[in-house]
């Protein structure tokens, strides 16, 4: 009898191992290491004690008791607890008791953000643009803007600073004009002018040689700068600069904007006019995963495109707030890639209008391109250097238009900054734009390229 019931055993389960499949798997990124499963059958399938592990025999996550998927269902686990999932690894699947194995996936790098399986359950694993653990997988074609295509301008990248400027941890970018604005991480914000060949270096004028120190309201502390952009008003209006942490308290998050007044003055340092603390509306992130990307746009774009305000579910109208600079700033968090919309008002107070999934493991970077009247969300090179753009749908809502791929002609950077140059640099059909590399690669730190206007 004992001989048997050990035939029996592999009869049982050989019905629902075949239904149920690795669907997605996360690497890195905003969420922990996790695991998707996937039940392509017609019944509805008991997975509870089955086992997943990674390259390693033993590493082991168990499936919670209870655990059912219906057909059609999907079933994200988070594995971090028991083990963590390389840029070279395996997801494994295998029946209760953990020796036979059902199916398995294997990759040489990192989610970017999420290797998907596409259709569900049946199809090949690829580079999704979108994350979806918990939901089917993102299997749009080009043509619906959720798979990456390719960079609309040129290919190539060149360098466009010094040899060995700036060194690490250059950030957000935003160009105005012959003026090119830097934050780095250190706490310093740059003003950059054209050096005659096509690059930038450091204005020599009023203090600015080697960036200016940034302080908060009251000149303390050492804000953990990480992107900059301007108001209409242009630099003569202050420039705000989105910080993740005070660098004197670095485990501890502080998501704020600050303004600085940057039109006059020859001093070295700088020290906020305005502080707005965002952190306590927002959910937590780690003290290193905060406000990585800054930009704003201007109220009348957002009514023209009948922008819904979140806050109240009708469409956005400015005259329910006090003086606020004329328009809206949207902020990228690295930790969850998700961009928030806030009116700040002059006198003090904060209110988020809009929350926006930019369907990225992180946020590095935001620009808002006025002439194609498309927002930029950037990732760095835990996303393989994808860029995206959203409109505004006719819903009110940012929708994703496309996702672009880096140019071919660049490495896979650390590129935190991302910069477009105006309407009135198009030549030809193209224009420049410009990435900060926060690693200074090769002793560069800025390279520029074209996109098509």
Known sequence: MAAAAALLVPVAHAAPADDIRVNEVVTTGGVNDSIE????????????????KDDNNSSKFTVPSGTSLAPGAVRAFDVSASFGLGSSDKARLY??????????????????????????GTGAFRQAATMTLGALNDCGTSGGGSDPVAWPGGSSVATADGSNVFGSDLSG????????????????????????????????????????????????????????????????????????RDGDASGTSRLSVLRYEVGTGTGTGLTATKEWNLTAGLPAVGSNAGFEAITWIPDATLTAAGFKDESTGAAYDPSRFGAHTGGVFFLGVEGT???????LEDGGTATRIATIGSGMSGVM???????????????????????????????????????YNRPTGMSNLNNEGFALASADECVGGSKPVYWADDSNTGGHAIRRGTVTC
């Open 173 to 244: 970018l935003y160009e105005e004009g012959s003026v090119l604005w830097g934050a780095q991480n250190s706490g310093k914000l740059w003003r950059l002018v054209r050096d005659g060949s096509g690059g930038w270096r450091p204005d020599t004028a009023n203090g600015w040689t080697s960036g200016k120190t940034l302080r908060y309201p009251g000149g303390s502390g050492a804000p953990d700068s990480e992107a900059v952009t301007l108001t209409a008003a242009g630099a003569a209006g202050g420039a705000y600069v989105a910080t993740e």
């Open 95 to 120: 029946l209760p008791g953990g020796s036979t194995l059902v199916d398995s996936f294997t990759w040489t790098s990192h989610s970017a953000p999420s290797w998907s399986r596409c259709p569900d």
């Open 365 to 403: 970077e935001l620009q808002w391109e006025a002439q194609a009247a498309r927002l930029w969300v950037v990732c760095d090179d835990t996303c393989s250097g994808r860029h995206r753009t959203m409109k505004i749908g006719t819903t009110g809502s940012f929708a994703l238009a496309a996702v």
């Open 37 to 52: 499963l996937y039940n392509k059958g017609t019944a509805a399938v008991d997975v509870s004690g089955w086992i997943l």
């Open 337 to 343: 890639g998700t961009v928030y919309g806030y009116v």
